[in-house]
């Protein structure tokens, strides 16, 4: 079956240093997302990537980087310098045909605590 | 900039009675919504869409209403059930070529066997 699958389930980082979370989808999708979303909160949009070799900065990209080098896959790293990174991470992937309503589909997410 | 909100954070209703989750958004540019419902500790499923070409759809114990004059959308389950109880979200896409979902807060529902 075609879907997301994000890695690790939990993550733990210590004060200082880099992590990346994994994302990789089977889904041909053009479109891949990372959203963060904080307790009570909605999803905030981090980076996005339309296309291969391309991504864009979403509303709160500070602290975080991704690489598109793969259709089928998008890794956040979340660095040292984002300071309040415990959170629930989760990828997303759509079309870009709104004709066929996109096709969202979300991983199951990374929980990230700093230690 | 503009954003999808909901008008409540929480919701409790009986088992077997009909719950209405409410969104306002604020974009007008907005042609797309998707209903998500979403676990504790698990990613966001897709629940029902709808284009802003329509005012109603329906899906399995499921309704959305879209009223494009007031900005408002709402999600309607029937007969609800505790396998329903999940924080549901509103999205939209901008419309224009965009195709970025702008999510809501999100609303809790509770069903109270």
């Known amino acids: 079956d075609g879907g997301i699958t994000q890695s690790p389930k939990y993550l733990f980082r210590k004060e200082g240093q880099n992590v990346t979370l994994s994302c990789e989808q089977n889904l041909n999708h053009d479109a891949m997302y990372w959203y963060r979303q904080d307790p009570g909160q909605g999803l905030r949009l981090i980076y996005y990537?339309?296309?291969?070799?391309?991504?864009q900065k979403g509303d709160i990209a500070e602290g975080y980087s991704v690489s598109r080098e793969k259709k089928e896959s998008f890794p956040l790293t979340v660095t040292s310098a984002q300071k309040n990174p415990t959170a629930f991470y989760l990828c997303?992937?759509?079309?870009?045909?709104?004709?066929?309503?996109?096709?969202?589909?979300f991983g199951s997410g990374t929980r990230l605590t700093v230690v | 900039g503009e954003s999808v909100g909901l008008h409540l954070p929480t919701l409790s209703v009986q088992e077997g009675d009909n719950s209405i989750i409410n969104c306002a958004y604020s974009?007008?540019?907005?042609?797309?919504f998707i209903w998500y419902k979403q676990e504790s500790g698990k990613g966001p499923q897709f629940i029902i869409d709808i284009r802003s070409n329509m005012d109603k759809r329906q899906g399995q114990r499921v309704t959305v209403l879209l009223n494009k004059t007031v900005k408002h959308l709402s999600l309607q389950i029937a007969a609800t059930q505790p396998g329903d109880s999940a924080v549901y979200f509103c999205a939209d896409v901008a419309g224009a070529g965009s195709y970025q979902l702008t999510f809501g807060k999100g609303t809790k529902l509770s069903v109270i066997p």
């Open positions: 990537s339309q296309i291969v070799n391309d991504f």
């Open positions: 974009n007008s540019a907005s042609d797309y």
């Open positions: 997303a992937s759509s079309m870009r045909d709104r004709l066929q309503g996109y096709g969202y589909t």
